[in-house]
Structures are given as C-alpha cells and as structure tokens.
C-alpha cells in the first residue's frame, strides 16, 4: 500500500493506533433500549452485572461482553389443556399466562421462548388436571376464577428461580366439541323454561293467595257486619222485652194493689157493718149472714149487667114466646137459683134470660 509522501512512518502509527483506539472505546459503550437488559459477562463467562435503559460501559472485549439481552416487557403465553371429567367429557381449556422478567440473569437460565412456553403449560396443566380430576364440566364453568388463582400462585412459586415474576393467569370457557355444546345447550334451554314456568307458577300462587285473602276479608267484613245487626237487633228486642217486663210489672203492682185495696175496703166495710149492727142488738152470726147475701146479690146484678150488655145483640125475636110469658121466664130464674146467687146451668136459658131483661126494661120502667 503505497501512503502519500507528506505522511511518514510515524504518522501512519499515529493514525492506526487512534484507529485501534477508537475501534476499541466503541466496544466499550452499551446501548440499551427503553423495557430492556443487557447483562454482562466477564472474561471467563459469568455473568457480572445487567444494564439499565440508555448508555452504559463495560471493559473492552474480551474482557466484557454482551451475553445476554432479555426484554422487560409483559409477554403473554397461551395454550389449551386437555382434561378429563368425571362424567368422561374431553375439553380443551384455553389458559393464558402474563408474566414479565423480573430478574435478568435468573431469566437466562430459560432464555427460549419456547422452552419457557412448555414448562409454563406443563405446570399449569399439572395443576389444572389436579383440581379438575373429580369435577364435572359445571364446575369447570363455575370454578374459573379459582383454578385460574391456583395456576398463577403455582407458576409464581416455580418460576421464581428463573427470574420470572406472574401477573395473571385467565382461564377461558371450556372449548366443547359440537355434539356437547348442543346438549348442553338443550339442558340450558330447559332449565330456563323450567325456571320461567316456576316464576309463573309463584306468580299465580301469589295471585291465587291474594284473592283468596281478599274474599276472606270480604266475607269476615259480612260476618262481622251480620253479626253487629243481630246482636243490635238482638239488644233492641230484647230492651223492648225489658221494657214490656217492666210495664207489665208496674201493672201488675198497680192491679194487685187496687185488688188489694178494694179487698182492704170491702173487709173494713164488712168490720164496720157488722160492728153497727152488733151495736143495734143484731147477733154476729145474722149480721154476717146478712152481708153475705147482700154481697151475692150484688154481685149477681152486676153479672146479669155485663152479659146483658155482652149479649144485647141477641135477635129478640127469637125470644118473642118467652117474653110473652115474663112471669113465667122470671120464675124459671128464680127457680135455678139465680136471685139466691146460684149461677144458670144453660148457657141458651141464660141468653134468653138477658134478652128477656133487656126486652121487658121499658115494661117494667113504664109501670112504674
């Protein structure tokens, strides 16, 4: 290589040195790139110290290099696991796992993506067919969230030691095949319509109820209307009753006192009678007999009075024979008794002894 004649030997050192130089410095800079870590390893291979974002330095190679660069972000990992219930269904449970890098060097034990990816699915699938061995395909419906925080506290506690820290895990609805998902949506099916029948059946319970109650109240409001009438009218008949009572009693007493005091005047009269006559040399026994008869007398007379009056409607032609021979008709009276006190024995001798009174009345007041 031929140089230029102005540039001599030591020149041309200078230049190649600064060259060397720089060559050199250059290897000494590490750029990293923001969520990323480069680590650096030694002379001898191990690994000595990570970078952080931005410019950084290390010895010149070989003494320094960059091992290992491991990105910082989240990734995210999926994958299905096939199980088996207890009622011999296979689903495919889609999982899905979010992890980050926490630690650098750690992660580059497990620096494969793809290796990382399969001992990820081979514990979560450990775990998964563990908790789901005994379980029906409801359970793996209604159990999601759980075996999802049994995955991630599993993964966390493994993958520690390769520098990986889990954020989440998520497991999604079971994969079916056709013919189970169509089962089971006619179990859904039915069980929906089932359901709905039972509200409906509630609701026309409730109904049901509602008027029955109704037309209770209905009929306790009669009964107890009915029955405030009747003791009411009750109450009324019976005041009434009491007051009737009561009348009745007040008449009684009124009655038997007049009775009472009539007898009372009649006896003083009979004591005072029989006093007068005693006084005037009549005996006891002769007076007493005396106002006996006179008594009966009396009382006869206002007989004859009160069924003449009674029976002063009788047809007096019908006695036209007899009042032809009053003398005779008066005799037949006397001779029953009657002016004694005895009483008539025939009631038509007694009507035709009225009529014959009440015919013969203007007779006798016009002779006299």
């Known amino acids: 290589m031929d140089f230029p004649a102005y540039l001599d030997t030591k020149t041309i050192v200078i230049v190649v040195v600064a060259l060397v130089v720089l060559r050199i410095l250059v290897t000494c800079f590490v750029l990293t790139p923001q969520y990323t870590s480069k680590i650096i390893a030694g002379f001898g291979g191990e690994f000595k110290r990570t970078t952080d974002a931005g410019f950084s330095w290390k ?53 494969d993506l793809a290796k990382r990816k399969q001992v990820m699915q081979t514990l979560a699938q450990n775990v998964i067919r563990g908790h789901f061995a005994e379980g029906d395909l409801q359970k793996i419906y209604t159990s999601r969230n759980e075996m999802a925080e049994l995955v991630r506290s599993e993964l966390q506690k493994n993958m520690t030691d390769y520098g990986l820290t889990i954020r989440d895990v998520v497991v999604e609805n079971p994969k079916l095949p056709t013919e189970l998902q169509s089962s089971m949506q006619n179990v859904i099916i039915a069980d929906r319509k089932l359901e709905a029948a039972r509200k409906n059946a509630e609701a026309n319970k409730v109904t049901i109820v509602a008027q029955a109650e109704g037309e209770q109240a209905l009929l306790t409001a009669k009964a107890a209307g009915e029955k405030a009438r009747l003791l009411a009218q009750a109450e009324g008949e019976g005041a009434i009753r009491v007051a009737q009572a009561e009348a009745e009693k007040k008449a009684r007493l009124a009655l038997g006192e007049g009775v009472a005091g009539e007898q009372m005047a009649i006896a003083k009269g009979f004591h005072d009678s029989i006093e007068s006559m005693t006084q005037g040399g009549v005996t006891a026994e002769a007076a007493m007999g005396y106002l006996m008869a006179t008594n009966r007398l009396q009382y006869n007379k206002q007989n004859i009075e009160s069924l003449a009056t009674a029976y002063g409607k009788i047809d007096n032609a019908l006695l036209f024979a007899d009042i032809q021979n009053p003398a005779g008709l008066l005799g037949d009276v006397e001779g029953n008794g009657l002016s004694a006190g005895g009483q008539v024995g025939d009631v038509k001798t007694l009507a035709r002894l009225i009529a014959a009174v009440e015919a013969i009345k203007p007779v006798v007041n016009g002779s006299k």
């Open 59 to 111: 010895l010149p190679s070989p003494l320094e290099r960059v091992a290992y660069r491991a990105d910082l972000t989240l990734q995210v990992t999926d994958f299905d696991v096939n199980i088996k219930t207890k009622d011999d269904n296979f689903v495919d449970l889609p999982v899905q796992i979010h992890y980050e890098i926490a630690d650098a060097i750690k992660s580059a034990r497990l620096p």
